[in-house]
């Protein structure tokens, strides 16, 4: 009798134990889609920070760059988990479409004006981008624009705007449709003005000189943003949350603080307080 009810309580157990594994949750995502842009890929920063992010979190990044127009369209197509972009405007204009998402700037570097070393409309020197691209469009000197929609494209129609300019259809002003890399490249063949963001400048091999940093209107932000479950339920959310915590470490801040340092004896990239 005894034999029959162990046995009994062993299955029940049994029963019990199959029963609580078929009602755990699906195993959680541990792959995080980041699209970013070109300026954060080129400059090797993601590359820094990935294994050191998979090292502390335990997630997989799978990281694709485009122009900040292009990487914010992924999240809205739902091919991204989180975003990482630089253009307050498309940003804003983005979570305004109402899935309770949130903008989060986290760090910034500065937009440059690079150029011929000679430097034919005088750039140097400027006080302000304004002043610097009402000299080049005074001057007609040649100019290759991104003219793809990027935050640094962005960037570049807000200052011609600033300065009541528009360069379209002028003889000296080429739209070239590219990254960031490609542009400087058109740029160094052709001994053209452009604007880019510094660590790519810096990491990008060519004759250009960098003519114009620093100014009051060339700061360049960076934001992260969590596509909403709302937005798209299979949104991996908490994969997303565990890379905004981690940028937010001391050990993240160290690495961004110190990035580019050892390369170009200053900092590429800084950490907004």
């Keep these: 009798m005894k034999s029959i009810k162990k046995i009994i309580v062993l299955s029940l157990i049994s029963i019990l134990l199959l029963s609580s594994l078929g009602c755990q949750a699906e195993p959680e995502n541990k792959v995080i889609r980041m699209s970013t842009t070109t300026s954060?890929?080129?400059?090797?920063?993601?590359?820094?920070?990935?294994?050191?992010?998979?090292?502390?979190?335990?997630?997989?990044?799978?990281?694709?760059?485009?122009?900040?127009?292009?990487?914010i369209e992924k999240g809205r197509m739902g091919d991204a988990d989180i975003l990482l972009v630089h253009s307050k405007s498309a940003e804003e204009e983005f979570i305004g479409e109402g899935f309770n998402e949130v903008r989060i700037p986290f760090m910034y570097n500065f937009y440059v004006i690079v150029g011929p070393?000679?430097?034919?409309?005088?750039?140097?020197?400027?006080?302000?981008?304004?002043?610097?691209?009402?000299?080049?469009?005074?001057?007609?000197?040649?100019?290759?624009?991104?003219?793809?929609?990027?935050?640094?494209?962005?960037?570049?129609?807000?200052?011609?705007?600033?300065?009541?300019?528009?360069?379209?259809?002028?003889?000296?002003?080429?739209?070239?449709?590219?990254?960031?890399g490609q542009t400087l490249t058109i740029a160094d063949e052709k001994q053209a003005y452009t604007l880019s963001d510094k660590a790519t400048f810096l990491a990008h091999e060519d004759s250009l000189a960098l003519l114009l940093e620093t100014a009051d209107d060339m700061k360049n932000t960076y934001s992260m943003i969590v596509i909403s479950a709302d937005r798209f339920p299979e949104s991996n959310v908490k994969g997303a949350q565990a890379f905004v915590d981690w940028i937010k470490t001391d050990e993240a801040r160290k690495m961004i603080a110190e990035f580019g340092v050892a390369e170009y004896g200053e900092p590429l990239f800084f950490n907004l307080d």
């Design 117 to 180: 070393a000679d430097d034919p409309a005088g750039v140097a020197g400027s006080a302000t981008a304004a002043e610097a691209f009402q000299k080049i469009a005074d001057t007609g000197s040649l100019f290759i624009s991104r003219g793809d929609n990027s935050g640094t494209n962005n960037k570049e129609v807000a200052i011609w705007k600033s300065i009541e300019f528009d360069p379209a259809g002028q003889t000296w002003y080429e739209s070239v449709g590219q990254g960031m």
């Design 40 to 71: 954060v890929n080129d400059s090797g920063l993601m590359a820094y920070l990935q294994p050191a992010f998979e090292k502390a979190t335990g997630y997989t990044l799978e990281i694709t760059s485009a122009g900040t127009g292009a990487a």
